[in-house]
C-alpha cells in the first residue's frame, strides 16, 4: 500500500477510539477533500491492518456487503459442457463483500463504506442490522460465517441525504472540519518537509482568500492544494506580479469560478 501522509486532528483522534473501545461504526461527515475516506488507510497503515472498501451506489443494498451470487454468469456457463464441473459448484459464483471478508479474518481488519448516503433511504439501518449480528448465512450453499473479530467500521457521508435517526443513534459521529491555516501548514510540511517558508506562505495566503470568496461553486480542497503546491515547488514559482495565481488549474475547475477569481482576488 503506498505510504499515506495523514495528520489526525485530536479531535478525530478521539472519535476513532470512541469507535474502538463501544464496537460502534464511525459516521464522518466533512466537505470533500477532507480526508475522510484517507481516514482508514491512514489507521490501517499504522496498524498493520487490512482495508476492505465498499463503494456504495444507488442501488447498493445491505446484502452486498455481506456476499453477492452471480446466478446470470452461472446460467451463461451451463451453456458451454467445458463449464460443467465449475457450474457443478455454486461457490465458484459466490463472491464475498467487504463485511463479508472481514467477518471471515482471523484478525482484526478495517471496513471501510464510502458514501452511504448515496444508497436508498433503508439501507443504513439494514446495514447496522448486518454489523450487530456479526455473522451471516450465504443462502445458496447453507455455509454460515461467524465473525472472530468486530472490524473497525468507517462510513462516511457527503450530506447528500438525510441518514435515518435509528441509523445516527448506533453510530459514532465526527464532522471534520475544514482545516484552519495552522493546521494546514502541519498537512503541508508531512508531505513537502523541505518546502520554502515564503512559498508555502504565500500559497497558504491565495489559497484561503479564494476559499473564502462565498459566491464560489466549488471551493478547491486540501488534495487539490497539496497538487498545486506540487507544481508551484517543481516550477520554482515566486509569485511575481502580473502572475499571481500560477497553475490555477489545480485550484478551479469550472469557468464561472475562474471569472469571479479575477474580479474578486
Request: overall charge negative.
Amino acid at each position: 500500500m503506498k505510504q499515506i501522509n495523514y495528520i489526525i486532528s485530536p479531535q478525530l483522534e478521539e472519535a476513532v477510539k470512541v469507535a474502538e473501545i463501544t464496537g460502534r461504526p464511525l459516521l464522518l461527515k466533512g466537505e470533500p477533500g477532507t480526508g475522510k475516506t484517507l481516514l482508514a488507510y491512514a489507521i490501517a497503515q499504522k496498524k498493520n491492518l487490512p482495508v476492505f472498501e465498499w463503494h456504495v451506489k444507488s442501488y447498493s443494498k445491505a446484502l452486498d456487503g455481506l456476499y453477492t451470487y452471480d446466478a446470470i454468469a452461472r446460467l451463461n456457463d451451463s451453456r458451454f459442457s467445458e463449464n460443467l464441473e465449475k457450474v457443478k459448484n455454486i461457490e465458484n459464483y459466490i463472491e464475498l463483500g467487504a463485511l463479508g471478508k472481514a467477518f471471515s479474518l482471523d484478525s482484526p481488519s478495517i471496513v471501510l463504506i464510502d458514501e452511504i448516503d448515496k444508497a436508498d433511504i433503508e439501507f443504513p439501518n439494514d446495514l447496522l442490522l448486518e454489523l450487530d449480528q456479526m455473522e451471516f448465512v450465504i443462502v445458496e450453499t447453507g455455509k454460515k460465517i461467524k465473525a472472530k473479530y468486530r472490524p473497525l467500521t468507517i462510513i462516511t457521508s457527503n450530506n447528500e441525504k438525510e441518514l435515518p435517526d435509528a441509523f445516527l443513534r448506533r453510530c459514532i459521529f465526527h464532522y471534520i472540519s475544514f482545516p484552519d491555516p495552522e493546521f494546514m501548514r502541519q498537512i503541508v510540511l508531512t508531505h513537502f518537509p523541505d518546502i520554502d517558508n515564503q512559498l508555502l506562505e504565500n500559497a497558504i495566503e491565495i489559497f484561503y482568500k479564494i476559499r473564502n470568496i462565498s459566491d464560489l461553486k466549488k471551493k478547491p480542497t486540501t488534495s487539490e492544494f497539496i497538487d498545486w503546491l506540487q507544481v508551484l515547488i517543481i516550477e520554482k514559482e515566486k509569485f511575481r506580479g502580473e502572475n499571481r495565481i500560477p497553475f490555477i488549474g489545480a485550484l478551479i475547475k469550472n469557468e464561472e469560478d475562474l471569472k469571479l477569481i479575477q474580479y474578486k482576488i
